[in-house]
């Protein structure tokens, strides 16, 4: 599973596994008080992909399990991603983007408003699994969704256009998950296109990666975790799968090209949701608390 230039992954490798633990936690997210991510699409993946220890734990809800562990976290992260697209849907946006957008299923979940269009980019492989399941269930779309193929390392602006993307109207845009995937000149690219593709009036929220040095403690925190749990489930180690390599401040250089930047801390987000996390590993603690931001763009 270690990364390489140029590699691809399925829904039950490499990073494509991490999108599919991602719908096995909303799915147990249902069983947590209050439920966060409301996501009736989470099982369907989980079970369609047969990866059995996964499937197993959604299927019984075993809540001891490290599924369990990573729904108390994933829950409160949706709902902070839920939010901003309804604030920003709130304020006039009606094109939305999900950069690596995995399983996500807020197209069809979402209650947005009329004429508005949300564009998900993935790896080709991953669609294609999203769209087979998503069609077997008869899943309707409460947006236009338009989905784009493509890999984040090629010139994905050229496909969002292609596919009837706007870059005059403003945009919502979130980076859930995806940051910590990619190397330090990857994420910097990224956010040089995302700000050329970007109107004012545009939104963004963002889930940063570690800084050089931080990787070590992310990973030593999930083995802790795998530990505690009864699964005893083998989790992709982060060492293989993240990049914690030099990179602009993101915010700030946003915030020179005319975003207004908002720090978010989800540990207090959490509290507000009615769902305060209890003994979090303190890395996890740190990306809960350091890791999110927001942005609009005023000019």
């Given at each position: 599973?270690?990364?390489?230039?140029?590699?691809?992954?399925?829904?039950?490798?490499?990073?494509?596994?991490?999108?599919?633990?991602?719908?096995?936690?909303?799915?147990?997210?249902?069983?947590?008080?209050?439920?966060?991510?409301?996501?009736?699409?989470?099982?369907?993946?989980?079970?369609?992909?047969?990866?059995?220890?996964?499937?197993?734990?959604v299927?019984?809800?075993?809540?001891?399990?490290?599924?369990?562990?990573?729904?108390?976290?994933?829950?409160?992260?949706?709902?902070?991603?839920?939010?901003?697209?309804?604030?920003?849907?709130?304020?006039?946006?009606?094109?939305?983007?999900?950069?690596?957008?995995?399983?996500?299923?807020?197209?069809?979940?979402?209650?947005?408003p009329?004429?508005?269009?949300?564009?998900?980019?993935?790896?080709?492989?991953?669609?294609?699994?999203?769209?087979?399941?998503?069609?077997?269930?008869?899943?309707?779309?409460?947006?236009?969704?338009?989905?784009?193929?493509i890999?984040?390392?090629?010139?994905?602006?050229?496909?969002?256009?292609?596919?009837?993307?706007?870059?005059n109207?403003?945009?919502?845009?979130?980076?859930?998950?995806?940051?910590?995937?990619?190397?330090?000149?990857?994420?910097?690219?990224?956010?040089?296109?995302?700000?050329?593709?970007?109107?004012?009036?545009?939104?963004?929220?963002?889930?940063?990666g570690?800084?050089?040095?931080?990787?070590?403690?992310?990973?030593?925190?999930?083995?802790?975790?795998?530990?505690?749990?009864?699964?005893?489930?083998?989790?992709?180690?982060?060492?293989?799968?993240?990049?914690?390599?030099?990179?602009?401040?993101t915010?700030?250089?946003?915030?020179e090209?005319?975003w207004?930047?908002?720090?978010?801390?989800?540990?207090?987000?959490?509290?507000?949701?009615?769902?305060?996390?209890?003994?979090l590993?303190?890395?996890?603690?740190?990306?809960?608390?350091?890791?999110?931001?927001?942005?609009?763009?005023?000019?």
């Amino acid at each position: 599973m270690v990364r390489t230039d140029g590699d691809t992954w399925d829904i039950v490798t490499s990073v494509g596994y991490t999108a599919l633990g991602v719908a096995a936690a909303r799915a147990l997210d249902a069983k947590l008080d209050p439920p966060l991510a409301h996501d009736d699409h989470a099982a369907a993946f989980v079970a369609a992909a047969g990866s059995p220890k996964l499937a197993a734990a959604v299927a019984t809800g075993d809540m001891t399990s490290s599924v369990a562990f990573n729904a108390q976290w994933v829950g409160v992260r949706t709902r902070f991603f839920d939010n901003f697209f309804a604030d920003a849907a709130g304020a006039g946006v009606r094109q939305q983007v999900i950069l690596a957008a995995g399983l996500d299923s807020r197209a069809y979940r979402l209650p947005w408003p009329a004429v508005t269009s949300v564009f998900e980019l993935d790896q080709p492989k991953v669609l294609q699994f999203k769209d087979e399941v998503l069609r077997r269930s008869g899943a309707q779309p409460s947006a236009q969704r338009v989905t784009v193929a493509i890999d984040l390392r090629d010139d994905w602006p050229s496909a969002l256009r292609a596919a009837g993307f706007d870059a005059n109207a403003p945009t919502g845009w979130i980076l859930e998950g995806l940051l910590p995937y990619l190397p330090g000149g990857a994420q910097d690219a990224l956010f040089e296109r995302l700000n050329e593709l970007s109107a004012p009036g545009s939104w963004v929220a963002a889930e940063l990666g570690p800084e050089p040095g931080e990787l070590d403690g992310f990973a030593a925190s999930m083995k802790t975790v795998m530990e505690r749990t009864s699964d005893g489930e083998a989790q992709p180690n982060l060492r293989d799968l993240w990049f914690d390599d030099p990179r602009v401040d993101t915010k700030s250089w946003l915030g020179e090209r005319g975003w207004t930047v908002t720090q978010v801390n989800l540990m207090d987000a959490a509290v507000s949701y009615g769902r305060p996390f209890h003994d979090l590993p303190q890395a996890f603690e740190k990306l809960m608390g350091e890791k999110f931001f927001t942005a609009v763009r005023d000019r």
